[in-house]
Each structure stands twice: as structure tokens, then as C-alpha cells.
């Protein structure tokens, strides 16, 4: 890492670069595989003969060929987009909060993180891997388990015999988990110093036994766990979020790399969906990433951020859309579709919810629907609007996270 530049861009804030410190094959990694996350502007008269470069919400770092490395810097301190993680990923049990200073950057979150899954892997290690019985089928010289009789008598010049049996093992999709996370956050290649060297020790604790095996979300979400292996519930919940912020690979100085890439509006939407429903009232449920059918086919459909409803007769209160954003006042654009939703849900109440309230905020009925529109607040710190405090039923006022 020492001889690896870092060139820190911050949010929705445009940065100029001389060509010399861009090159051309970088900058179309850029706009090739990350246009979406990075806005990239060639040198023109208009920018002064220099690149332009700006993060569009994302948080992170991207490594690049020519052994520079973009850091996306957040608009927000650290310690908030720590407390956003801890709901958002359910990782309060680790106390990530501890010892954070104003000072720390968006890969101090990774490697701090990274150190509390090594040191809990290599704890989990010392005091045994969950094992669990698999089934196996093998041609053995000896009778295991049961044996598959008219297959063994196709065969009967072979000695061995087929056998069904269940195995006793660690290399299990608890485990394989645990170690394509590791895996993974070596190739990313942001850890340093004494953290790396946990890294790889935790990597290593699992390397003989545990098969390695890629994850993708949609296997890992769901799982049941027991008394044996509850402890791995939030140590999967921490691979979730690596997993979840790992990029497209690209190849490194001869070494295939993944960047690491937070979308801030996307962690800002789960951590106001998990603080929030631990905040409702009695006889409310809130739902969230609600599809809903607005064409005759139900073939076209709008996804709503939060629905609130209530719980005895199914029935939409209010739809709430989160936006990361710091405005001034709500967008018409943004009016109308939360108005959109209210009407989509059959329901007369709507609330805009951003992370810190509009200078210009708005409440009162909006649109054809006469949906009644609400700003209000869900900040990083706790904080909640009063007028959305007492749609949730919340007698007690907020205090901070």
C-alpha cells in the first residue's frame, strides 16, 4: 500500500485532476464501470484542460491500474455513518462506536470493521467451528451407513462398496461464509499494518478445513440459526455487509481486485426502516421495499420505500419516502412521487424523510390526489421529526442514537 496514491473525492463535490495524474486507461475504468458512482468529465477548454471528477452518492474505495486509488469520501462524520451500519446490519453488539475520532476517513469503516470480523472468526476458531452432520455417498472398502445394494451387485467384480453416510464436518455453509468474506477482504486490498495481519490470521485459522465458496445475497439472507451457532448470526450479518458493498473485479498490477463502495442513499433507506420500526406504536406494522401493481396487467409496478399500516385490518396509514439528500425544499419531482405511492397504496398520507429537515419544509395536501405531504427528519443521530413521532405513535420524545 505505501506506494499506492489516494486521491480523495467527497460527495455531490467536483475535484480537478491534471492529466498526468490520470491516465486515460483509469479514467475509462471510471466511466466504464463505475459512470454510475463516479461522474467523469474529460479536459476541456470548459474545464480548464483538466479531468472533473465527482462522487454521486457513494461512498468507498476504488482501486485502479496505475496503482492510484480513489477514496469516496462522505459528507456526513464517520461516527454517523457508523450508527447507520449498526441498525442497517444489526451490528450493535460489536460497539463499533468506540474510539472513533472526527479525524477517521471511509476506510478507517472498513478496516475497523474487518478487525472486529478477524478477531471474532479467530476467537470462534479457538473455541471450535459449528460442525454439522452432511450426507456423503462414496465407494468405500467398508460397510458406512447404508449401502446401495443393486448399485454395488452392477458392479460386483469391484470391492468397493457404495455407501450413503452422514459426515461430521466443519466445512459447512456457516463456515465457507466466514471465509469467502475473508477472502474477500484481502483482495480488496485496504487493509493495513496490524489489521491486515488479522486478517490473514483469521483467513488462515479457516483455509484447511473450509472449503472456498462464493456467496451471492440472495444465499445467505434467511438462514436459521440454534443454540449451537447463534453466535454466528451477527458475524454473518458483518459478511452481509462486505459482501453487499463488494464491487465489480477488475485486475490490479497482476493481482484481480474489488473495490469497496457504500450507496449512502440505499444504507440511509435500511437504517431508517430498522430504527424506525423499533420506534412504532402498538397495533402498527411497517413494511418495507413494498412492490405495488399500477397498471390493469399488474405488469408495471412502483417499489415504495416504507408503508405503514396498521396491523388489525391490513390497511395503509401513510407511505414514507427516505432521500439522502440536503434540500432546501422537497423537489416537485420528489412531491409527486411520494404522491404517486400514496395514491398506488390507497392511503391520504405521505412524509418525506430526510437526514436533516428541509429550510423550506413543506405539509399540506398536494397533487390531483389530495394526498396530505409531510417533510420530515430521520437523522443519523436519532433524531426524529415531531410530526412523524406522533404519526408512528411515539409518545416519548427521540433522544440521540
Known amino acids: 500500500m505505501d506506494d499506492v496514491r489516494i486521491l480523495r473525492l467527497f460527495e455531490?463535490?467536483?475535484?480537478?485532476i491534471p492529466p498526468s495524474e490520470l491516465t486515460m486507461a483509469d479514467a475509462e475504468i471510471i466511466f466504464r464501470e463505475h459512470g454510475d458512482k463516479?461522474?467523469?468529465?474529460?479536459?476541456?477548454?470548459?474545464?480548464?484542460?483538466?479531468?472533473?471528477l465527482q462522487s454521486?452518492?457513494?461512498v468507498g474505495s476504488i482501486p485502479l491500474r496505475s496503482r492510484l486509488r480513489l477514496h469516496l469520501e462522505p459528507k456526513m462524520p464517520v461516527a454517523s455513518i457508523f450508527r447507520m451500519l449498526e441498525y442497517a446490519y444489526a451490528l450493535k453488539s460489536f460497539n463499533i462506536l468506540e474510539g472513533i475520532s472526527e479525524s477517521d476517513q471511509i476506510d478507517e469503516i472498513y478496516q475497523r470493521?474487518?478487525?472486529?470480523?478477524?478477531r471474532r472468526v479467530l476467537d470462534r476458531g479457538r473455541r471450535g467451528l459449528y460442525r454439522a452432520y452432511v450426507p456423503e455417498e462414496d465407494q468405500l472398502p467398508y460397510v458406512r451407513g447404508s449401502v446401495d445394494i443393486a448399485r454395488s451387485l452392477r458392479t460386483p467384480w469391484k470391492v468397493a462398496?457404495?455407501?450413503?453416510?452422514?459426515?461430521?464436518?466443519a466445512d459447512i455453509r456457516e463456515n465457507q461464509l466466514l471465509a469467502w468474506t475473508l477472502h474477500t477482504i484481502i483482495r480488496?486490498?485496504?487493509?493495513?499494518?496490524?489489521?491486515?495481519?488479522?486478517?490473514?490470521?483469521?483467513?488462515?485459522?479457516?483455509?484447511?478445513?473450509?472449503?472456498?465458496?462464493?456467496?451471492r445475497p440472495a444465499e445467505y439472507i434467511g438462514w436459521l440459526y440454534n443454540r449451537l451457532n447463534g453466535d454466528y448470526r451477527p458475524l454473518h450479518a458483518l459478511c452481509r455487509f462486505f459482501l453487499e458493498q463488494a464491487g465489480p473485479t477488475h485486475e490490479h498490477g497482476g493481482f484481480e481486485t474489488i473495490p469497496f463502495l457504500v450507496n449512502m442513499a440505499g444504507l440511509y433507506e435500511k437504517y431508517v426502516a430498522e430504527y424506525l420500526a423499533g420506534k412504532i406504536g402498538d397495533g402498527m406494522s411497517l413494511s418495507g421495499q413494498e412492490e405495488v401493481g399500477v397498471s390493469p396487467d399488474g405488469k408495471i409496478t412502483i417499489t415504495i420505500d416504507l408503508v405503514l399500516s396498521d396491523l388489525a385490518s391490513g390497511n395503509a396509514i401513510a407511505v414514507l419516502d427516505t432521500?439522502?439528500?440536503?434540500?432546501?425544499?422537497?423537489?416537485?419531482?420528489?412531491?409527486?412521487?411520494v404522491v404517486a405511492y400514496a395514491v398506488a397504496k390507497n392511503c391520504r398520507r405521505a412524509v418525506l424523510i430526510y437526514p436533516t429537515m428541509p429550510k423550506r419544509p413543506f405539509n399540506g395536501l398536494y397533487g390531483a390526489g389530495h394526498v396530505e405531504v409531510?417533510?420530515?427528519?430521520?437523522?443519523?443521530?436519532?433524531?426524529?421529526?415531531?410530526?412523524?413521532?406522533?404519526?408512528?405513535?411515539i409518545d416519548l420524545p427521540s433522544t440521540p442514537y
Open 12 to 16: 455531490y463535490k467536483p475535484v480537478q
Open 38 to 52: 463516479i461522474e467523469i468529465e474529460e479536459p476541456t477548454m470548459r474545464t480548464g484542460g483538466l479531468w472533473s
Open 56 to 58: 454521486k452518492g457513494w
Open 113 to 118: 470493521l474487518a478487525m472486529v470480523l478477524a
Open 161 to 169: 462398496l457404495h455407501c450413503s453416510f452422514q459426515e461430521n464436518t
Open 188 to 215: 480488496q486490498g485496504i487493509c493495513t499494518g496490524e489489521r491486515l495481519d488479522y486478517v490473514m490470521a483469521a483467513w488462515r485459522s479457516l483455509r484447511g478445513a473450509i472449503t472456498l465458496h462464493s456467496f
Open 323 to 337: 432521500k439522502y439528500k440536503n434540500a432546501d425544499y422537497p423537489s416537485p419531482d420528489d412531491l409527486q412521487q
Open 374 to 393: 409531510m417533510t420530515s427528519i430521520v437523522s443519523p443521530d436519532g433524531e426524529i421529526g415531531e410530526g412523524l413521532k406522533g404519526m408512528l405513535g
